[in-house]
């Protein structure tokens, strides 16, 4: 759906409402885009997707933003090729990109102070592919290691793997420290910072910024799910997991209560999420090494388009159930449990209780060696 400002209000109460809307004008100049094609743009965190077309080159979105700033994928075409679309944060104000093509490759983005904070953003803590493909080798290394049983070349890589991460962290930090008050900082806190702090430490670095980034959509739906208080999640510890059933990539459904009676790690995440891939090689050792005595693990994926769900499934070559209804992270099975932000981990027991939330990293492997002795 096209959320659009409707024009010109008659009435003063209609005029007012108006007024009080944050908009977004995005607009798109990009030589060689295929006349007619659909344009989507999903916010994997606010669960919209808001649809153009392309004429003559061009497409342009007017989005109401009043909920705040986050994170969205911006898809040219519905032949799901990641090269025909750009990860983008967005919130009030002006984004235009221009470029020559081919698609985003080497576009031009100008407009608001977001749009040259999200720049720096990418040239400063992403660091394009250099850092990238450091960890990529360090994750290939894992899974060789892992295949062979060779454990200290395993550790060696899982060691260099976990330096990486923390340059990832230590540079978030350092741009926050910049600036303080840029909304394209929600993205370095939820998808760095809240995998490496505790609560209370990633709450108080919150705290500490300013009010532009605190009150983004990403840091507003944060604070009410996985590191606020009182959240659904939360209230889910040693309960039993909420019951459901999803279809696999070959559409037979599978139920959670098909693995009651053993230890299950339910894992979501989506193809699009890069710490979600990235913690895949240390979840398939540790399944690995516990398999044969229990343990299952269960991945909800939060995808929305098969084709990208299903290359992704081809490419890491994940050797547990994988399930997914396809609606992003408006399904109810994310709903049920609490999920906001990903990967999220949840460690349910033989008798289907959840007896551990954020399941990975050492904190599972530390809870696994006590349990399955």
């Keep these: 759906m096209n959320r659009i400002f409707l024009g010109l209000a008659l009435m003063a109460g209609l005029s007012a409402s108006a007024q009080q809307k944050k908009m977004l004008e995005l607009d798109v100049k990009i030589k060689g885009l295929i006349n007619g094609d659909i344009v989507q743009l999903w916010g994997p965190l606010t669960s919209t997707i808001d649809t153009a077309y392309v004429k003559d080159d061009h497409f342009h979105y007017s989005l109401d933003m009043s909920k705040g700033g986050s994170t969205y994928i911006l898809q040219v075409g519905n032949r799901g090729k990641e090269s025909e679309g750009t990860f983008l944060y967005l919130e009030a ?7 020559n093509g081919p698609y985003f490759q080497n576009a031009t983005y100008t407009g608001s102070q977001f749009v040259t904070d999200w720049m720096d953003i990418n040239d400063t803590v992403l660091k394009g592919d250099s850092l990238l493909s450091e960890k990529d080798a360090a994750q290939q290394r894992m899974i060789a290691a892992t295949q062979i049983g ?8 899982y060691a260099e793997y976990q330096r990486l991460q923390q340059k990832d962290v230590e540079a978030s930090l350092a741009w926050l420290k910049k600036h303080p008050n840029s909304g394209a900082g929600s993205y370095l806190i939820n998808a760095y910072l809240a995998q490496g702090m505790g609560k209370k430490e990633l709450v108080d670095l919150i705290e500490s910024l300013g009010p532009n980034l605190r009150n983004t959509f990403t840091i507003n739906k944060m604070m009410t799910g996985t590191i606020g208080g009182g ?3 939360a209230d889910l510890l040693n309960k039993p997991a909420p019951a459901f059933k ?4 070959a559409g037979k459904p599978v139920s959670l209560a098909d693995f009651k009676g053993k230890y299950v790690v339910l894992d979501f995440w989506a193809s699009w999420c890069k710490p979600c891939r990235a913690a895949i090689p240390e979840l398939t050792s540790v399944y690995n090494q516990y398999k044969s005595k229990g343990l299952e693990v269960l991945s909800v994926s939060l995808d929305d388009k098969k084709d990208k769900w299903l290359q992704a499934l081809d490419e890491e070559k994940m050797a547990w159930p994988q399930v997914s209804d396809l609606k992003g992270g408006a399904g109810e099975v994310p709903t049920q449990y609490g999920v906001v932000a990903i990967p999220a981990c949840f460690l349910i027991d033989p008798s289907g209780k959840v007896i551990m939330l954020g399941a990975s990293g050492e904190r599972l492997k530390q809870k696994l060696a006590e349990l399955m002795k």
């Excluded at 060779?150 to 890589?157: G, I, P, V, Y």
């Excluded at 999803?246 to 990539?249: D, F, G, I, Q, R």
Aim: proline share 0%.
């Design 93 to 99: 104000g002006t984004m235009n990109i221009t470029g």
């Design 150 to 157: 060779d454990q200290e070349a395993k550790d060696e890589a």
């Design 231 to 233: 959240s659904a999640m």
């Design 246 to 249: 999803l279809s696999n990539a």
